[in-house]
């Protein structure tokens, strides 16, 4: 299991070669093994470290289409040489069997819910239909076949070929219906490149080849209702325009003409991406003509296929879209075209790209021998029948196995380090791997050479290591220049800088203090532990151990209240900026945003608020809690919104309205009781005159009606 860039979104490949991987990796590296039926053919496979999800996921020579059924159940895939059609069954992950045919395979769909019936457009312009027990049916169309799409509800099976012709083939009545003759006679329509059938409201879709538009269709009325015109000039400024290749074409003199290749509708029915011939996809909203997102592949190819990430509640979203050319595999969000949420480089050419409903998993035939399988967890959970390999992408992320490569057990080394570390005689041996202008040697063998040559290694490597830390932190310290003149403007700032500067300080020695412990652990755990219980508390070494820790933390909290001591009375977070990391930032302007909340309660406590002063509380209250919303933390900013509503209290009239709100424990997010609410309608400059009417409308108490001594 390959990680394509661990740096950004995982990518997984759990079958066949990893994207962006090269193919000249030394021999010794590889291992060989006979293809069957192949005699002295053999194929290389990939380093060893990596897994198979599903066995003999390949062709012969190179695949053409794949997709899975509708149960999930099976993976059907075409390819070639010979032509054959491949079954797996998912829930074994092994091949099912294999069916060969007569010619290539264009375009293929699934009838059923599962693998038992398919209908198959083939390079000799012959249509077949298979079943369970093999082929069934085969049927000719006048021109050379380049789409297929098939209408459930009408039985009809729609076949896009060269010109502007798109055959119709009713399986339930078993005849040829009209075919639809697209065009309408004005533009140069040289083919039907691909067709697509909404799922919501069943409107037909045609990409046309050299026009550059998208026909419409609704099929009751079998009449055009619409077409869609792509922007050619905004197109021809990102690559030359050419004619596509696609099976069936013929590959006569070029033309300048812009082509669809690529259809994929939205199953909310009102959004359509469209592939280009020139290496764009574009987004449509069917109510407007003009592409409300444009995304460039960036090699001016031909996009091979486009959809919609759709899958459930369970996907990383539903605005995803997935374009493909031959090189190359984007994964994008349709609000931010410019950014990739994953992009894939497979190591062979790409014929057809299928994404398993409401997984992470991806499938691809390409122009290699083996099928590549893609797993990315950020997109969506693996499917249920290969569970086990969301177990083993959490265990290659906590062992640190998610960078693996293919030389991570190996290190190079030249000539010359080789003598310095007294292992030239081995010069000739299994041991020394020659490579370039070195040897590959065993890292373990190397890590015992070199403690052996210089035995102080580890002490001058962590020597190195602290150093480097206490330069970095040196960098960030708040220095006075000697002879600096006194401040003559902003003389309050410069002071709280001054006064701040200790506090940046103390954040450095918390740093150092943390990687002494580290150190301490680690010398613990290596050379302690295996003489000594850790689990003995009484024993004197654990002891000792828990009373350094200790003090290291009752050293940095006392640290910390006097920090936040000092940020409140000078009021200048943003001085810590840039010089502490996020966590710590975090954590002091949450204390601080606690505390300011405390004295606004304790200040308010303390006034008589009149109806007029009410509206200047809340005023006050607004400025406070936009200035909470720029530290960005969600906590502190909920919290200040409920107190932004607590000055609702002072502006509201009437006594009973009053009450209300004050009984309503959900309008503030729990965060204040109605006792609490109460303190504070009590400071109302009217609460003589509406005490009785808000005690009885909250509580039903009336003293002077309900009470009566005897």
């Known amino acids: 299991m390959v990680v394509a860039d661990p740096t950004t979104v995982k990518v997984y490949t759990v079958n066949g070669a990893a994207a962006g991987s090269a193919s000249s990796l030394p021999d010794w590296l590889t291992r060989k093994r006979a293809a069957n039926g192949k005699g002295k053919r053999v194929i290389r496979e990939q380093v060893e470290g990596t897994i198979e999800l599903i066995q003999h996921f390949e062709f012969p020579e190179a695949s053409n289409h794949i997709k899975t059924t509708r149960d999930g159940h099976h993976v059907i895939a075409t390819g070639t040489y010979k032509p054959q059609m491949r079954v797996w069954d998912l829930d074994q992950l092994s091949l099912k069997f294999e069916r060969h045919s007569d010619s290539e395979n264009v375009e293929f769909i699934i009838l059923s819910d599962d693998w038992t019936k398919t209908l198959h457009l083939q390079a000799d312009r012959t249509i077949e239909l298979h079943t369970q027990g093999g082929f069934h049916y085969r049927t ?88 869609l015109r792509l922007p050619r000039g905004l197109l021809a400024q990102g690559g030359s325009l050419g004619s596509s290749v696609l099976p069936g074409v013929d590959g006569g003199a070029s033309t300048v003409s812009l082509s669809v290749t690529a259809l994929s509708s939205k199953s909310d029915g009102l959004s359509y991406a469209v592939g280009t011939s020139t290496g764009h996809t574009l987004l449509y909203d069917i109510r407007s003509p003009r592409a409300f997102a444009t995304k460039d592949q960036g090699y001016g190819l031909p996009v091979k296929k486009v959809m919609w990430m759709e899958g459930g509640s369970r996907m990383a979203g539903d605005g995803l879209v997935l374009s493909a050319d031959k090189k190359v595999v984007k994964i994008w969000d349709r609000n931010n075209p410019s950014a990739n949420f994953a992009s894939l480089t497979p190591a062979s050419d790409l014929n057809d790209i299928h994404h398993v409903p409401g997984s992470g998993l ?329 005490e009785k009417i808000v005690d009885k409308t909250m509580y039903n108490l009336n003293l002077k009606e309900d009470c009566v001594v005897c």
């Open 362 to 690: 991806l499938m691809t035939a390409n122009e290699g021998i083996q099928m590549t399988s893609y797993y990315i967890p950020q997109l969506g959970p693996a499917p249920r029948w290969c569970s086990f390999v969301e177990n083993l992408t959490e265990e290659m992320e906590e062992g640190g196995a998610g960078t693996r490569g293919a030389y991570e057990d190996f290190k190079f080394v030249s000539r010359a380090e080789l003598t310095t570390l007294g292992l030239d005689h081995l010069v000739g041996t299994p041991a020394l791997k020659p490579y370039m202008h070195g040897y590959f040697i065993s890292l373990k063998l190397y890590d015992t050479a070199r403690v052996i040559a210089n035995p102080y290694v580890y002490e001058e490597q962590r020597d190195k290591m602290v150093q480097a830390k206490l330069d970095k932190l040196a960098e960030g310290r708040i220095r006075a220049r000697k002879g600096q003149q006194s401040v003559k403007v902003n003389k309050a700032l410069a002071s709280a800088s001054t006064s701040v500067a200790p506090l940046v300080q103390f954040f450095e020695l918390v740093h150092i203090g943390d990687m002494i412990q580290s150190i301490v652990q680690v010398y613990f755990d290596k050379e302690l532990a295996p003489h000594v219980d850790v689990t003995d508390f009484l024993n004197s070494v654990v002891r000792e151990k828990k009373r350094f820790e200790n003090v290291l933390d009752d050293s940095v909290a006392k640290g910390l209240n006097a920090g936040i001591e000092v940020l409140m009375n000078q009021e200048h977070i943003k001085l810590l900026k840039g010089n502490v990391n996020r966590e710590v930032l975090e954590v002091f302007e949450g204390e601080v945003g606690e505390r300011l909340i405390a004295i606004l309660h304790k200040h308010i406590k303390r006034q008589i608020i009149s109806l007029n002063g009410g509206f200047q509380i809340i005023a006050d209250l607004n400025e406070y809690s936009a200035f909470v919303q720029t530290l960005k933390i969600p906590s502190l900013t909920m919290g200040f919104a409920h107190l932004k509503m607590l000055g609702s209290v002072y502006i509201v009239e009437d006594a009973k309205d009053l009450a209300q709100i004050v009984r309503d424990v959900t309008r503030y997010g729990g965060s204040y009781r109605p006792e609490d609410l109460y303190e504070f309608v009590q400071r109302r400059s009217d609460w003589k005159k509406i």
């Open 140 to 227: 000719r169309i006048p021109r050379f076949g380049r789409s297929l799409a098939y209408h459930f509800p009408s039985c009809d099976a729609l076949i896009g070929a060269s010109g502007n012709e798109v055959y119709r083939l009713n399986l339930d009545q078993g005849r040829f219906l009209n075919p639809l003759s697209l065009g309408g006679g004005d533009d140069n329509v040289e083919g039907v490149n691909a067709i697509d059938i909404n799922s919501a409201h069943g409107l037909w879709s045609f990409g046309l080849d050299g026009s550059g538009t998208v026909e419409f269709w609704d099929h009751r009325s079998r009449s055009n209702v619409g077409t």
